[in-house]
């Protein structure tokens, strides 16, 4: 999704501005471009194409401002080109926007512009932006930076849809206006320079202390200082958040790739999530969610909402809380939950899980069950981000700055989340105890585990180099397997382009087995104790018809037919689907490697779907 980042201090603008740009490359983008204000006038340059092309230009220009605002853009409304690239300037260049977001009624407002003698140059929706802060300064008596704020805040008034803002002024040349809403939006602070960024990393090697900003607030930044506004323009007093991660956390750390580094934190991960939740001999511990046991047995349904890989962690979460909480519990895509009128009241709890924190989708079916009366629930890795200020209780995994678009550590840590926390929910409903010990037990051992079996996974590598020019690939599991056959057949296509599906074992023989020819390559997860002869006999019906098979098992299996096994530590059976899917993860990245694509920033795909 598109990025933005912002800098007004004493340095150069444009070095700091393009540094905070290829921070922001991992959210995916087409085109990219930068205002910077050089005495008075704006310097507006951008391109279609990377943010090293757009350096490139910018190194042509002897540019000495600093003041300027930059952006990513990811193409939603007009093709990527120049002309649709950001800053969007308005007609008489004296107002610069850089915007993350989608204005729905710019139509409308763009036909008032008309109709005002405006002209648009772009085919975008954020044009009628810097064009609408004109008309409305137009309006005011004096060329002050009051007058200057009411406009920014009348044009947002007038904007339908979700909008990260930031605005320069040739009027006013040493301050820089910023305001959200459903869009991300930080600013960092620094000693008499100050900036900002659609997210913390990107400008975490300058400053550690960040103000989020809320829905509808405002803020004018100079050189010295931050004044913010609420939604009626009345100063308000923040509190800015010291942020603990250390710039190189978000770097590659000696890696190739930011997938690759992420798939060998995992062990790290998992037990930084599993935190103070869950210590050897103790009850586990949630004390942002302090439910009694009246309050989850009048909970008559959960539903968990979430898209893609999150979705794919909260099918795992569904069999925990239906087998072991005995709460019936839905698993649904997000951009399905919204528009299905789905049966909540006060009695549904809404568990909405979400690695940004930013998808607009969960967003929005989070507001959705809000104001239906559910009780919402909020899982994110990212302290702050939007789903997390929304909910009613928010609790995080600590998986640390995820880069790479493929989600992997934040997967396996939103099930370790998960588990404890449907442990909790069996302690306060006084669940059998001896399972939850075993399933406890079972928890802490997670990060050894996980490090064992990253230590050995040459063999994976090794059959990935030999398949990687197959065309299909179908991955099949039963019961919780399953769920590692979906995330598995996501990461594949996702960053391999190889057209790959998931099925249910025992649905083969309704339909999908037609699609089994000499060579195929079927993948089958073999974890669930009770349900591996009827999964190894579904595997026999695909070699039968020719189909080459992966097995991932963590059980003594021995068959001469299979083509290759890879042997993962067993587990309680509830906790099988993180390390299932490790080897896959690896599966899906040295495959990418060998057809020599870019494996962190896969075509099309955006790292936070910040839009509907
Ligand atoms: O940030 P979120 O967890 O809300 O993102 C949800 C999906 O967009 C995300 O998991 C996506 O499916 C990943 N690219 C999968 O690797």
Redesign the pocket.
Known sequence: MCGIVGYIGNKKAKSILIDGLTKLEYRGYDSAGLTIMENENFKTLKNKGRVKELSELVNQESLTGTIGIAHTRWATHGKPSSENSHPHNDNSNTFSVVHNGIVENHIELKNFLKDHDYHFLSETDTEVIPNLIHYYFAQEENETKEAFLKAVHQTCHHLKGSFAIGVLSTHFPDIMIVVRKDSPLVIGKGDGENFISSDIPAYLAFTRNFYLLKDNEFAILSKENIAFYDDNLHPLTKESKKIEWNATSAEKNGYEDFMLKEIYEQPTAIRETIGSHLMAGQSCRFDELPFTKDFLNSIQKIYIV?????MHAGLTAKTMLENICEIPTEVDIASEFRYRKPLINKNTLCIF???????AD?LAALKLAKSKGATTLAISNVEGSSITREADFVTYTHAGPEIA???TK?YTSQITLLAIMVLYFAEILEKNTSTLQDIKNSILELPTKAEQLLSNLTEIKNFAKEVYQNKDVFFLGRGLDYNTAAESS??LK?ISYIHSEAFFSGELKHGPIALIENDTLVVSILTVPDLIEKSISNIQEVITRGAKTLIITDKNVENTNFTKIIKIPETNHFLSPILSIIPLQLFAYYITKQKGLDVDKPRN?A???TVE
Not at 353 to 359: D, L, R, V
């Open positions: 979430a898209c893609g890989t999150a899980i979400s690695q940004s924190g930013e998808t969960t678009v493929a989600s934040a996501l990461k996702e795909l790292k936070s779907v």
